[in-house]
């Protein structure tokens, strides 16, 4: 903590205040480490240390009440999303005993986890995800974060140096006890679980919960799950005889279940386990677990180093890899092996998995001694300081397993966390530039370019999307800013000189920050101008260098910190590559209104929908096709104007719907030209109910969007009825009629029926209006032969009296040269039931009115592909909207939403029943997908498609659709 001394006594509370803020947020920071050394020298000079507890006490309940608030605010989706994917461990007999013992318990956990390391980071998420109230949670927080503050200044400035050993030997010895406690908490639990399990099946509590008994449980007035009848009957003689297994036995199986994972964890990982275990015991027996070791007098023993192995010590490489210099570093390396290095064994094995670890260790010390040593001889005080320089720790085989796990990220994610794990050992590097730091440099930078390697097949890293270059960009200025800013509080010492800040320095720094802070968020959408700002700025820091170290040579004249110059602008020189070669993903224009496609509107748009037009008559197209000249939908021609793709643009998003229209050959060239062109303008790109996965460019995130049913009328002979002929009562005649008529000869009586059920639906029912791939066509006016609705044709079923039972409207499907291939299904509209259910005999009338308007759809299903039958149609589909959910888990927050969707309109359109009639008509199942370039877009596309489905949602109406409708 030698870096806290060049702080003034302001600034030094004010990092003491932020540091033990963002540790309490949930990011493991040294904030005790932080608080010791700031009273230490508050002691030494003459800074009153209560003002160093108050900005410890003050961070720690900031710091708290962010992360409850954090907590609350998204624990409840991470609790959902638990209790979907493992119900029978995160369901709500087990949820609401958390919340009964943090509501109970949890101001004594909030309290006394201030004290214990690791706990203090997750105590206040964790109160806020089991909705400790705040009014609790911020006195016991408050209480807290004072005593613990108070203790460790009091401690610190009573005992001196000696203090820090003793709080941190007491910090560890907490955790290891907690640790202990949360074991025997465990086999309690468990063992608990096991006596229980012998209740029968029937009276057991349900494992699933909907969005709304979550709220319920987790609100401040929610109670826990009542018990029930059979909880009741636990202590009965009969339950008690039916659980009659002796307690020791249930007792050893408690204790073999939690100790599953540690033996899973020697089964499979036996290397990193075995090293975690010695490495722990090392720390336990060294004292490296809450003090530094480098100044003990055993240390060069064990420490590698040029001068280690010049004096014959050769064994410190391999007894350096044990142990860490810092308590810090002990614990980030404990997890870091832990996981890094345990999934490298699970996917190689223990002898590869070995050797990856031992040899990203010995490259980077030898390659990092070979260099200081070679440098060395340049009369560089840098170099010339490594050779003398001792170090331990197996950070270089950790970062040798993570570039490896790296090779196995798909696309996108590969090429930028290997960016990011560059950026970070080069900057780290620049501006520290320890030995330990050119170790790292040199083991990412080897095992990055060797790691796809020990694939065993060649995996080249793929070439950058629009995204990624902007993406790069934002975050190359952000990440120069942000180190020019550490800097500045914090001067250090690297390879190119002291970064120590002078008056000038200090204004360049500034300008720098707020001019970064002006474009960041332009250039993240991708606009012209501020691609130009963002050249200007980097070019003129990059001159401003140039002209010191010009004056400092030509002239001889010494420049005052031009060294922090120097190293930023090695910084600005990859900035400008990063600008240079991202080019030509800035092209939005700064006037908001011309984020569009070429032909969006205009005579442009009218030009892209005769061509469209044109393209449908020439080739074709699928079930979507019929929908894809609406007036809500615009179209994208490609350059070559051989294929159009319509889509809806909503929130920034260009949807694509369906396959392009043209030549299916082209179809993957004219989703890579859309996605090309959606980018330029700044919008998101998308492709909705797409039927063949491989049009999407390579590397998009791709889900199972649903199914679409399609009955293949190619074979059927239009003298025999198309599928089974039971939509008739078993009471005698069906006394229904059907007619299948063109949308613009539709009757003006049965119109207006059809548009009076709709209203009735919307208005008294609450269901939603919907758009996108399903049109509100059986509603269209009639009598305009210019609309895409005048070949719409529409089933309708009506009573003896003449009264609408059901209206399905069918699109035409087109073939090539104009012909019609086939209908796709539009829309259904059916009568509501008899709301009549006070007595028995209205109940028993609103079943039968129920099951007659279903008869009534089916007849007008079946009725429709008889007649398309007679007429030589090819094909029809029942469910090309995308909506027509399979019964799989959805896959994504976009699917999700899709699935809240079609339940809120399945009383109205009804599509287990369309579903139950296409299958035994014989349609088959095709699948249908929906494609975006990474999981990052799957929120943003999903409101956009729910904003093209439902007319007026809202954002915050996104989760209810993506969350509560999709409860098992």
């Known amino acids: 903590m030698d870096w806290l001394a060049d702080f003034p006594p302001g600034v030094l509370l004010l990092v003491v205040f932020l540091v033990v803020a963002v540790e309490s947020l949930g990011v493991p920071l040294p904030g005790e480490t932080v608080l010791i050394g700031a009273t230490l020298l508050a002691a030494s000079s003459g800074l009153n240390p209560v003002f160093v507890a108050a900005a410890a006490a003050g961070g720690a309940i900031l710091g708290d009440s962010i992360g409850y608030w954090i907590g609350k605010r998204y624990g409840r989706r991470l609790l959902s999303v638990l209790n979907r994917r493992f119900p029978k461990h995160v369901g709500p007999k087990r949820l609401g005993a958390a919340v009964h013992l943090m509501r109970r318990w949890g101001p004594w956990a909030v309290f006394v986890g201030r004290f214990i390391a690791v706990l203090r980071i997750f105590s206040?998420?964790?109160?806020?995800?089991?909705r400790m109230t705040y009014p609790h949670f911020l006195v016991a927080n408050a209480a807290g974060g004072i005593a613990w503050a108070s203790l460790v200044v009091t401690v610190v400035t009573v005992l001196g140096s000696a203090a820090t050993e003793f709080l941190h030997r007491f910090s560890w010895a907490a955790l290891a006890l907690a640790g202990a406690a949360a074991v025997v908490i465990a086999v309690v639990v468990v063992f608990r679980i096991r006596r229980r399990a012998a209740r029968p099946a029937a009276d057991r509590a349900p494992v699933s919960m909907t969005e709304a008994e979550l709220d319920e449980l987790l609100s401040p007035s929610g109670s826990v799950p009542a018990t029930t009848d059979a909880d009741a009957r636990m202590d009965t003689p009969t339950t008690r005889a039916a659980s009659s297994a002796p307690v020791r036995t249930d007792l050893r199986a408690a204790i073999a279940v939690v100790l599953t994972p540690l033996r899973w964890a020697l089964r499979t990982t036996p290397a990193t386990t075995a090293f975690v275990t010695v490495f722990v015991a090392l720390g336990v027996v060294t004292g490296g677990l809450w003090r530094p070791i480098d100044q003990a007098a055993w240390y060069p023993a064990f420490a590698y180093g040029v001068p280690s192995l010049e004096a014959g010590r050769w064994w410190t490489v391999l007894t350096g890899m044990f142990i860490t210099a810092d308590p810090l570093a002990y614990l980030i390396a404990i997890v870091g092996a832990a996981v890094f290095g345990g999934w490298v064994e699970v996917r190689f094995g223990t002898l590869r998995a070995s050797a990856i670890f031992v040899a990203g260790h010995l490259v980077g010390v030898f390659g990092a001694l070979g260099a200081a040593r070679a440098l060395a001889r340049l009369d560089w005080p840098w170099a010339q300081s490594l050779v003398t320089t001792l170090d331990v720790g197996p950070s270089c085989g950790i970062l040798a397993c993570v570039a490896t796990a790296t090779a196995f990220m798909r696309s996108p994610y590969r090429l930028r966390w290997r960016l990011l794990l560059l950026s970070w050992v080069s900057i780290a590097l620049l501006y520290v530039g320890k030995i330990d730091n050119l170790e790292h440099f040199i083991t990412t930078v080897?095992?990055?370019?060797?790691?796809?390697?020990?694939?065993?097949?060649?995996?080249?890293?793929?070439?950058?999307?629009?995204?990624?270059?902007?993406?790069?960009?934002?975050?190359?200025?952000?990440?120069?800013?942000?180190?020019?800013?550490?800097?500045?509080?914090?001067?250090?010492?690297?390879?190119?000189?002291?970064?120590?800040?002078?008056?000038?320095?200090?204004?360049?720094?500034?300008?720098?920050?707020?001019?970064?802070?002006?474009i960041t968020n332009w250039l993240r959408r991708g606009h012209r101008w501020a691609w130009w700002a963002a050249m200007v700025l980097t070019v003129g820091n990059l001159l401003v260098t140039l002209a010191l170290i010009a004056l400092a040579w030509l002239a001889q004249v010494p420049v005052v910190a031009s060294t922090i110059w120097i190293?930023?602008?090695?910084?600005?020189?990859?900035?400008?590559?990063?600008?240079?070669?991202?080019?030509?993903?800035?092209?939005?224009?700064?006037?908001?209104?011309?984020?569009?496609?070429?032909?969006?509107?205009?005579?442009g748009a009218r030009r892209a929908r005769a061509r469209a037009a044109q393209l449908l008559r020439e080739h074709g197209g699928g079930p979507l096709a019929a929908s894809a000249l609406r007036r809500e939908n615009r179209v994208f021609v490609t350059a070559d104007g051989g294929h159009a793709v319509a889509y809806q643009q909503h929130a920034g998003v260009a949807l694509a719907l369906g396959e392009p229209i043209g030549d299916p050959g082209g179809a993957a060239a004219a989703v890579s030209a859309f996605a090309t062109a959606a980018e330029q303008e700044g919008l998101t790109p998308a492709v909705f109910a797409a039927r063949d996965a491989r049009i999407v460019p390579e590397g998009w995130r791709v889900s199972p969007l649903g199914r679409d049913l399609v009955l293949d009328l190619s074979g059927a002979d239009a003298s025999e009825p198309v599928g089974p002929d039971d939509a008739t009562g078993a009471a005698g005649a069906d006394p229904t009629t059907s007619i299948l008529v063109p949308a613009r000869e539709l009757p003006w009586e049965l119109r207006s029926q059809i548009r009076a059920l709709s209203s009735v639906w919307v208005s008294d029912r609450h269901v939603p209006e919907l758009g996108l791939t399903v049109g509100s066509s059986i509603d269209a006016p009639d009598g305009d032969d210019r609309e895409p609705t005048a070949a719409v044709r529409v089933s309708v079923v009506t009573d003896a009296a003449g009264a609408v039972l059901a209206a399905v409207s069918w699109l035409p499907v087109p073939g090539t040269d104009g012909t019609v291939h086939g209908w796709a299904l539009d829309a259904v509209r059916r009568a509501l039931p008899d709301d009549d259910v006070g007595t028995a005999a209205g109940a028993s009338a609103s079943t039968a009115s129920e099951e007659h308007t279903s008869r009534a759809v089916e007849r007008a299903l079946t009725d429709a592909c008889r007649r398309f039958a007679s007429e030589g149609a090819a094909m029809v589909s029942f469910a090309a909207s995308g909506l027509a959910q399979d019964g799989t888990e959805p896959d994504g927050v976009a699917v999700r939403t899709m699935a809240g969707i079609a339940h809120r309109v399945d009383p109205l359109v009804g599509f287990a029943e369309i579903a139950d009639v296409a299958e035994r008509l014989g349609a088959t199942a095709v699948p249908l997908f929906l494609a975006c370039r990474e999981d990052a877009d799957q929120p943003r596309v999903a409101y956009a498609a729910a904003a093209g489905f439902l007319t007026g949602i809202r954002l915050r109406d996104l989760p209810g659709l993506s969350g509560s409708l999709l409860a098992r």
């Open 124 to 130: 206040g998420p964790l109160a806020g995800m089991f």
């Open 446 to 518: 080897v095992f990055v370019i060797v790691a796809r390697l020990l694939l065993g097949e060649h995996r080249s890293t793929p070439r950058p999307t629009m995204r990624d270059w902007r993406l790069f960009a934002v975050s190359g200025l952000l990440t120069i800013g942000a180190v020019q800013l550490l800097v500045t509080l914090v001067p250090l010492d690297g390879p190119l000189g002291s970064t120590t800040l002078t008056q000038g320095s200090i204004l360049d720094v500034g300008v720098d920050t707020i001019a970064i802070l002006v």
């Open 567 to 603: 190293s930023a602008s090695v910084l600005w020189a990859g900035q400008a590559v990063v600008l240079v070669l991202a080019r030509h993903a800035f092209r939005v224009a700064a006037n908001q209104t011309r984020r569009r496609l070429p032909g969006a509107i205009g005579p």
